[in-house]
């Protein structure tokens, strides 16, 4: 009886189990058709969107080139006297007008010895003085022994012995003196006649002290010359106007003539070299407009043009440098900054062009939607160079299609839309 029981009972459980699954199917089959017949009555998803037409518009062509921003001018200062840094007139960053005082050395030893060398031309034009007074030779007056006092006495003495004598060779032919008479006479003519030549070579030796003399006065003007340019030498200007970049030196350190005391960089206009490809070379010249932008300042595009053009074309990259001015007078761009230029070509083409708010762009991919019959296309475009808040379209859509320029993130290819 025992056993019986427990069969009963066991039958009941494994009906009472059959029953609920079949309970449990039956509730998921009705779901599922209830889930059924709402989705077939619920109308598919419209998205609300606004559009503009793409356009056709002649638009001005350039080409893009990177490149670092280069000070117009840079300098390195070095004193051109060696010496001890007594003042220093500038820091890092200041604007220096040229010829302002960048440091000034230690003057001492160069004013000592211009005071000796202002000595030895006193000294110098005392003895010129006396050499020339020797020979009677005022200041500014030409030379000429003959004017010299020693040599016209000697001239008159040697004159007259001259003249005696002629007379006495007349006389000697008649009789009236004595053979002796007339060689006493001619020893004394010559013995004049030496100490004559005696006296114009001592005039000609004392000028020639005085030349000495002279040449004393000279080198002792060029020793004053020399202690005046160490004096100026001992400060050290700006050779140019612009923005001090570097100041390496301090108050009482020691300096010499190949140490740098400051750099000097002018930043208005700066420089940016361009490489320009082979194939680009013709449409590029002197005068040309271009302008650039910088990470700093993304929203801000600054102008140029276009200044030096290199001769040749680089073999290894087939490139023709050039170099172009950027006006700079804020100086809110910096020598060394990495910037993107474009050079604007003398020609325009025709472009597509849409709002720029019109593209999606996911990763390397750019997409657009055209609504047509009320529904939006996909269509995956190659973009250009952007004017305004209008974007160049290469390949993908024609001028006056019509693209969705709102909601573009809820968009798919075949969505209806609403207008």
Known sequence: MSSLRHLKIIALVIALAAVSLLSIACSKGSNAQTNKQQGAAMP???????????????LPRFFEATGSLAADEQTDVAPAVAGKVVAVGVDLGS????????????????????????????????????????????????????????????????DLAEK???????LIESGDVSRSAYDQQRAQRDQLQQQYEA?????????????????????????ISQARKAIADAVVVAPMSGYVSDRPVALGEYVATTNKVATIV????????????????????????????VSAYPDRTFNGRIARVSPS??????????????????????????????????????????????????????????????????????????????????????ADEPVATSNIEQLSDGMAVRQ
């Open 44 to 58: 598919p998803a419209v998205v609300d969107v606004t559009t503009a037409s793409a356009i056709m518009r002649q």
């Open 313 to 398: 074309i680089t073999a290894t990259s087939r490139t023709l440098t050039v170099e172009a001015e950027v006006e700079n007078g804020g100086n809110i761009l910096k020598p060394g900054q990495f910037a993107t230029v474009r050079i604007l070509l003398p020609q325009s083409a025709p472009a597509v062009l849409v709002p720029a708010r019109a593209v999606r762009t996911e990763g390397g991919t750019s997409r657009v939607f055209v609504i047509k019959d009320g529904r939006a296309q996909e269509r995956l475009v190659q973009l250009g160079q952007t004017e305004g808040d209008l974007i160049e379209i290469k390949v993908g859509v024609n």
């Open 266 to 293: 002018r930043t208005n206009p700066l420089r940016m070299k361009i490489d320009v490809p082979e194939q680009a070379v013709g449409e590029v010249q002197v005068g040309q407009s271009v302008s650039l932008t």
């Open 95 to 158: 604007y220096v007008q040229q010829g302002a005082v960048l440091v000034r050395l230690d003057d001492r030893d160069a004013r000592i010895r211009l005071e000796q060398a202002q000595a030895q031309v006193a000294q110098a034009q005392a003895n010129v003085r006396q050499a020339e007074a020797r020979i009677g030779l005022r200041a500014g007056q030409s030379f000429d022994p003959a004017r010299v006092a020693e040599v016209q006495a000697a001239r008159v003495a040697l």
């Open 164 to 170: 005696n004598l002629r007379r006495y060779e007349r």
């Open 199 to 223: 006296q114009l070579t001592q005039a000609r030796q004392n000028y020639a002290a005085v030349q000495t003399a002279r040449a004393a006065v000279d080198s002792a003007q060029t020793q």
